[in-house]
């Protein structure tokens, strides 16, 4: 947790047509409790849910021609 309330533990990032970026303090978890590994301080989790590597991001958004916005107005 930050010292500084005002400072989030882990921010989110919606990139335009393409994954959700998960940087700092984060635990990942399956929906039953069950951790999943990351081993690094930054992610990317799927959105267009075809990668084949769930729920992490491979790539295959651009192939599947996925389209979302970047801000809550798409």
Known sequence: MPDDESTPAATITP???GPLLVRGDFA?????GTPIETRRDTVALCR???SA???FCDGTHKVAGFRA???RES
């Open 15 to 17: 990139y335009r047509d």
């Open 28 to 32: 990942l978890v399956t929906p039953d």
């Open 48 to 50: 267009c849910g075809k």
């Open 53 to 55: 590597i769930k729920p």
């Open 69 to 71: 916005g970047s801000d």
